[in-house]
């Protein structure tokens, strides 16, 4: 027998590499029930949207999954994270905020929090046939399953199960549900979100979160460590590597921090003040991915080079013109990081 949930979105949407947030989006636009027809705020034009055709022909759900992955990756302060393995980018470990860790498992509670559901999370652990009766009793209570497979930071959604063959469904990202028979194999974490709270994160909460994850001292030591590397590296591609490393991350996540702040941030404030201080903070972290887009065309990556450095890094890092831009412009990134770190303050002070 095989039992599904259907009309789940699949995930990514737009621009979403985390997987974490993409699979938890999908799941939480089922369990909060969105439709078509759920009103989405508009932050272009600081109004609900009236479908004025500026944004093309989108599907509503499609926005509104986009709305809550922005939301979750900037209150967790995942949308301002530096990623450097060299000082720290661990797999599985509880999130501490002077380290970097893109993966951490700590934002799991804090996501679910701020979504106001509870959870209760699982491991390999576990027998298989134990985990696979739990997931049946989720698909029969029309819960989808977070569940976390292998080394890295790969999630997924189960939407269902075939009893006979006593295999889940997994919805994977860019891919539609399909049995799988690796699942308890590869299993790092099962996560089953289970009922409501009474009451969900405040304002001020996710205010503090945020405002912790900007200043660390880690970002401070990352921070001088690319001006060095910029200053002393011989080695044009593996310098190159590294920076576009951190620079693809950040040039999405920080997008994604922008509209948050205008779309979903902002009608949550009664203040005027506060709002245009979100605002201020919205078009900063955009013009922080627009000049991060800046150090991309230095580094020669483009759409068609598949967001990887070319061939010819190192000719293009050989020049010390270029190196002191890059420099220059990375300096402007964690000006503007400093920046919306005040803003977010001025706002925490007047809740």
């Known amino acids: 027998m095989t039992k599904s949930i259907e009309n789940l979105v699949s995930f990514p949407v737009n621009a979403q590499r985390n997987s974490f947030f993409g699979a938890l989006s999908s799941i939480l636009l089922y369990r909060d029930a969105y439709t078509e027809d759920t009103p989405f705020f508009c932050g272009r034009h600081q109004r609900n949207c009236i479908r004025c055709g500026n944004c093309g022909d989108e599907p509503f759900l499609h926005k509104h999954h986009l709305q809550i992955y922005q939301y979750l990756i900037t209150i967790t302060g995942c949308a301002y994270f530096w990623i450097d393995k060299a000082i720290g980018n661990s797999y599985n470990k509880q999130y501490v905020t002077g380290e970097f860790s893109e993966t951490a498992l700590d934002r799991l509670s804090l996501a679910l929090y701020a979504s106001g559901y509870h959870y209760e999370s699982m491991d390999k652990n576990a027998e298989a046939n134990v985990l696979f009766d739990r997931i049946k009793q989720s698909i029969e209570e029309k819960q989808p399953v977070l569940i976390k497979l292998g080394l890295g930071d790969l999630w997924a959604v189960i939407t269902g199960y075939n009893d006979d063959k006593k295999l889940p469904y997994l919805m994977k990202f860019r891919h539609s549900p399909q ?137 293009l890092l050989d020049h010390s013109s270029v190196r002191t831009e890059v420099k220059s412009l990375f300096q402007e990134l964690f000006t503007i990081d400093r920046q919306v770190f005040h803003l977010l303050q001025k706002c925490l002070v007047l809740l």
């Open 179 to 315: 049995l799988n028979k690796d699942w308890h194999n590869k299993l790092s974490n099962i996560v089953f979100i289970t009922d409501k709270y009474d009451s969900t994160i405040s304002l001020s909460e996710s205010l503090n979160h945020m405002i912790r994850h900007l200043n660390t001292d880690s970002r401070y030591k990352l921070e001088q460590k690319i001006y060095q590397k910029l200053e002393t590296e011989p080695d044009g591609k593996k310098l190159g590597k590294w920076l576009n490393q951190i620079n693809g991350l950040v040039i999405e996540t920080r997008w994604h921090a922008s509209e948050c702040y205008r779309n979903t941030l902002v009608p949550m404030f009664d203040n005027r003040e506060s709002k245009k201080f979100l605002l201020e903070a919205s078009d900063l972290h955009l013009h922080f991915h627009d000049q991060a887009w800046k150090i991309w065309a230095l580094l020669g990556v483009t759409p068609q080079t598949h967001y990887c450095v070319p061939h010819n890094i190192n000719e």
